[in-house]
């Protein structure tokens, strides 16, 4: 049977190719969109969506960032939709930020603080409650913190060469977002790590990487890693789960050194 996996931060239509390529290894797909304002006349077409989103597998769900019990809800709307959810990944695509940003001002620092730190934090929040309520160590959840990382400014000042031309360029406001996001992902691990409800992942990769430079292979390439993850046996602790999984490595069945939970 096939996995359930929620994806959520790097909302539709954006997201589409990377929920494409995790679908391909073998997952139904919940994808975050934004709330979508409906008209008092408009139809209902609930129904018609749902036998879509069955048939190829890829579900949107809409989540207003801003509220917590949205966080709450698009978890129950993956579970409803697929009857179970046994991933979830926390898509925070750094250089698809930064090409969205607009001038820097107060409303913007505001916004980022809005819309790109606390929405992370409350639903990763979420998932691990409900993991904890629903999963067991026989069959842990995973929770991945995925960060497709940009030059910013600051970078491009001590290597000028980094302003290339092919990647946009973080702010401080979006270059700050991410950090508080890696932060916070590698404190929920050191946490979390030991439990056996979850696994954690913590992966990075950036356009000078292949896998990570296309969002399909980038998908496909995460969803073979867990598979190969889980299957190898091998548990790990808190401590280990702090390393960052680079976007292209492989399981090694020797030594591993990376950041997942425990069977």
């Not at 406001?173 to 030991?194: C, P, Q, T």
């Amino acid at each position: 049977m096939a996995k359930t996996a929620l994806i959520a931060g790097k909302e539709m239509p954006a997201g589409s190719k990377f929920a494409d390529g995790f679908s391909m290894a073998g997952r139904n797909i919940s994808i975050s969109g934004p709330e979508i304002e409906k008209q008092e006349d408009e139809e209902d077409d609930s129904d018609k969506i749902q036998q879509i989103s069955e048939a190829s597998g890829i579900s949107i769900v809409e989540w207003n960032k801003t509220s917590p019990i949205s966080s709450r809800t698009i978890i129950l709307a993956t579970e409803s939709m697929f009857g179970r959810m046994d991933e979830a990944i926390l898509f925070f695509d750094e250089e698809w930020y930064a090409s969205l940003e607009q001038r820097m001002n107060t409303q913007e620092c505001i916004r980022g603080c809005d819309e790109l730190i606390l929405p992370y934090q409350s639903l990763a929040l979420e998932i691990l409650s409900r993991f904890e309520l629903k999963n067991s160590e026989t069959n842990p959840g995973s929770l991945i913190f995925l960060i497709k990382e940009t030059p910013s400014n600051a970078d491009t000042l001590r290597s000028p060469a980094v302003r290339n031309g092919i990647s946009s360029i973080a702010s401080p406001v979006v270059a700050s977002a991410a950090a508080a996001f890696m932060a916070f992902a590698e404190n929920i691990a050191a946490l979390y790590g030991n439990q056996s409800y979850v696994n954690i992942y913590l992966v990075r990769g950036d356009n000078s990487i292949d896998v990570s430079a296309s969002d399909v292979e980038f998908g496909r390439w995460l969803g073979t890693y867990i598979d190969s993850a889980e299957s190898s046996g091998v548990p790990m602790d808190a401590k280990k789960s702090l390393n960052w999984i680079k976007a292209g490595s492989k399981i090694s069945s020797r030594k591993i050194s990376l950041p997942f939970g425990k069977k």
